[in-house]
T-cell receptor, first 116, second 119 residues
């Protein structure tokens, strides 16, 4: 079964506006970690932000914030003040705890295009 | 080295040949992952090594695929009798996960990948 679901294959946003990339996950574990990665056209994978399942506050890293809604099992990435350099693929990932595999599984990704 | 190193960066092979892809993780990282990424697609999980535990091989697509990790460091992904559908970028990542506690915020660091083309 798919553990990480990203329902938006592609998204467009105007430069300087905010954009939300959706991610929902499926786990029966209480302990898990959620990650977002950016993959520009160069192919490298760049870590952006992390949210632990026990964290009570939403994670923030500069212009990136994670809208963590545990009851809904969603971990949406919010990018504020979009820049042209934000155009890339964005992947949501999860690492589960002791009840399941400890590996890291990724969603299908969302391709974000920032328009000038 | 400072980062995850993969070799070769590009590999073109003939259908039916065997290939070996190498991954040097960051020193001290106990967890190592292999993923496959087809053009424009997401990351398909292949295999996961964690310390001395038995590897999680649940993502290997067929018995033509195997991987080992020697001495808890370098890993080799082997594809036997390659097929054209094996063409993809193979990504390796490592992370510092000393316990099975995913709430420790240890992100995975990725190598640049090996682009495999089977002709």
């Amino acid at each position: 079964a798919q553990k990480i679901t990203q329902t938006q294959p592609g998204m467009f946003v105007q430069e300087k506006e905010a954009v939300t990339l959706d991610c929902t996950y499926d786990t029966s574990d209480q302990s898990y970690g959620l990650f977002w990665y950016k993959q520009p056209s160069s192919g490298e994978m760049i870590f952006l932000i992390y949210q632990g399942s026990y964290d009570e506050q939403n994670a923030t890293e500069g212009r990136y914030s994670l809208n963590f809604q545990k009851a809904r099992k969603s971990a949406n990435l919010v990018i504020s003040a979009s820049q042209l350099g934000d155009s890339a693929m964005y992947f949501c990932a999860m690492r589960e705890g002791s009840g399941g595999n400890n590996d890291m599984r990724f969603g299908a990704g969302t391709r974000l295009t920032v328009k000038p | 080295g400072a980062g995850v190193s993969q070799s070769p960066s590009n590999k073109v092979t003939e259908k039916g040949k065997d290939v070996e892809l190498r991954c040097d993780p960051i020193s001290g990282h106990t967890a190592l992952y292999w993923y496959r990424q087809s053009l424009g697609q997401g990351l398909e999980f292949l295999i996961y090594f964690q310390g001395n535990s038995a590897p999680d091989k649940s993502g290997l697509p067929s018995d033509r695929f195997s991987a080992e990790r020697t001495g808890g460091s370098v890993s080799t992904l082997t594809i036997q009798r390659t097929q054209q559908e094996d063409s993809a970028v193979y990504l390796c990542a490592s992370s510092l996960v000393s316990r099975l506690d995913p709430t420790i915020p240890t992100e995975a660091f990725f190598g640049q990948g090996t682009r495999l083309t089977v002709v």
